[in-house]
């Protein structure tokens, strides 16, 4: 997969050289190209923001810059179009099923901007001729878009075939669609059996796959229902055997939550 990133801090993106993504990078896995937004001003200062239109707080990043860079990385392949991928606090929320979209594509450009964002016409110029997705990592706000971008690249990068070591271990990941999706996982354990008095869930040693696999579940719904009520209150209750059901209705939950029985 190919991935471009324009930012006035490229160097922001020292992170994607080490562990699972640099790995990914040196194995040719991913192709990783960082380009300097400022590269495109042409004023002394290399100004790439403005004051709003309208008024009020914060600068906004002028079109220009903006366009003769993805205009630049359009042109290093025509053959293929990227999926543009602005980060913003006002867009739709990442998930690992947009992860999972995004890894399926060949070619992603990134467009981390800083101010108040960029200005909205680059957004509808690119639009109509490419996917644009305004995407936002968490009901927070963060000082630019960079560390949604590194967010979203290693959620990316570690679905590529390949990348992770184990390939289940991206299947069993809280959010993975299948069985256990929008459920939480539940705790995990390694050597040695006991550890300062606390000891290691029994079911876990008794090597019965079965068993071990149901505690994952009860587990998995305890966790969800004290940590994510929304989404225990969003599981398809089609989804939840008689045992959830029951598991389900021991807990204390609120009114809102699933209660198992539909
Ligand atoms: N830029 C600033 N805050 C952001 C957020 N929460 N998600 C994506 N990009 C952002």
Known sequence: ??????SIFPEYFAPLDVSLIGKARERGILDVHLHQLRDWAHDVHRTVDDTPYGGGPG???????WGEAIDAVLDADPTTRPRIIVP???GVPFTQRLAMEY?????LLFTPARYEGIDSRVMAEYGSRTRVDEVSVGDYVLAGGEVAVLVMVEAVGRLLPGVLGN???AVD???APGAMENLLEGPVYTKPPEWRGHEVPEVLLSGHHGRIARWRRDEALRRTAKNRGELLAALDPESLDKHDRKLLAELDLPADSASGDG
Request: proline share 15%; net charge negative.
């Open 1 to 6: 997969m190919r991935v471009d990133v324009i």
């Open 59 to 65: 600068m906004v990043m002028k079109p220009d810059p």
């Open 88 to 90: 913003t606090p006002s």
């Open 103 to 107: 890894a399926a594509e060949p070619w």
């Open 167 to 169: 390939a289940r271990s």
């Open 173 to 175: 990941d809280s959010f």
